[in-house]
């Protein structure tokens, strides 16, 4: 797995505590960088101002630069969990701008005194080739959850575009997986493929039955997740620039986090791009 990559929950206390080492790097490399520089700052300083040893560090990190992937990444995984928890009946735009709200409006998804220190890392990585394609591989890594999480969200409720109206079940933008939506296969008799058939009674003989052996419950195969199709893909791709690039412009100026040159609006703004998108039928 690429240090850039986002990291699924942690399963054991093994690995939070890696997840919790990845992160105490990730703010020592990021308060270093912002107070020196990303040139006069070395793997062995991250290292010393985390605590740990310079061998340690290279377990964790190829490069320096590496270093702060996991607060680029924790903020894109924000934004794209802030989609996921949108409310069901929300249409697809609306989903996707809850998310922005939640994620850049300052004091809710980053606090406020947290927000130069976004400006210097984003700065950074706009002059810094070596940072920049951290930065880009964690935006890259980002698109391609936000597309599985827009699947699920048209499989499970239908087509619902910036009207936050539910549309049908069946989205050409998603391929049709078997069982979506909570609802069972049915077989041709309409009967649903998990209860079992009824026993034909038995018949009577001189002899007493045969003790009934209990069959085990039939194991529920897991349907796999929706996939995106391309339409699918497109969008994710279109929303996730939109936030891209609000951030990077303000990131370039020296306004206010808040208000309309903020990077909340300024992502909302940019996904009036999806205003019309074609989401279904």
């Known amino acids: 797995m690429s240090s850039t990559t986002p990291t699924p929950p942690p ?13 105490e790097i990730a703010r020592a490399a990021a308060g270093l960088f912002v107070r020196h520089g990303l040139r006069a700052t070395r793997a062995e300083d991250i290292a010393q101002a985390a605590g740990i040893a310079p061998r340690t560090f290279y377990r964790y990190f190829a490069t320096k630069e590496e270093a702060v992937a996991p607060l680029y990444a924790t903020g894109a995984q924000r934004w794209v969990e802030a989609v996921r928890a949108a409310p069901a009946d929300a249409g697809v ?3 996707l701008e809850q998310g922005v709200r939640h994620t850049l409006t300052p004091g809710v998804g980053v606090s406020a005194s947290s927000w130069e220190w976004v400006r210097t890392l984003l700065r950074l990585a706009e002059a810094t080739p070596s940072l920049r394609r951290v930065w880009a591989e964690v935006c890259q890594a980002s698109e391609r959850l936000l597309g599985e999480v827009l699947a699920e969200r ?7 575009g910036a009207d936050g109206v539910p549309g049908v079940a069946r989205v050409p933008g998603v391929a049709e997986v078997p069982g979506a939506a909570g609802v069972p296969a049915v077989s041709g008799e ?13 018949t009577v003989t001189p002899h007493p039955p ?21 339409e699918l893909r497109f969008a994710a791709a279109v929303a996730s620039a939109a936030v891209r690039a609000a951030l990077e412009a303000w990131a370039a100026g ?27 039928p």
């Open 254 to 280: 020296d306004g206010p986090v808040e208000g309309p040159d903020g990077p909340a609006e300024l992502a909302l703004r940019n996904l009036t791009a999806l205003r019309d998108f074609p989401w279904g």
């Open 210 to 230: 045969p003790t009934a052996t209990p069959h085990p419950p039939p194991t529920a195969t897991p349907h796999p997740p929706p996939t995106a199709t391309p």
């Open 11 to 23: 399963s054991s206390l093994t690995e939070r505590r890696k997840t919790e080492t990845r992160m």
């Open 93 to 95: 735009l609306h989903a």
């Open 154 to 160: 048209v499989t499970r409720v239908g087509v619902s």
């Open 190 to 202: 309409g009967r649903d493929n998990v209860a079992a058939a009824p026993d034909p009674a038995p």
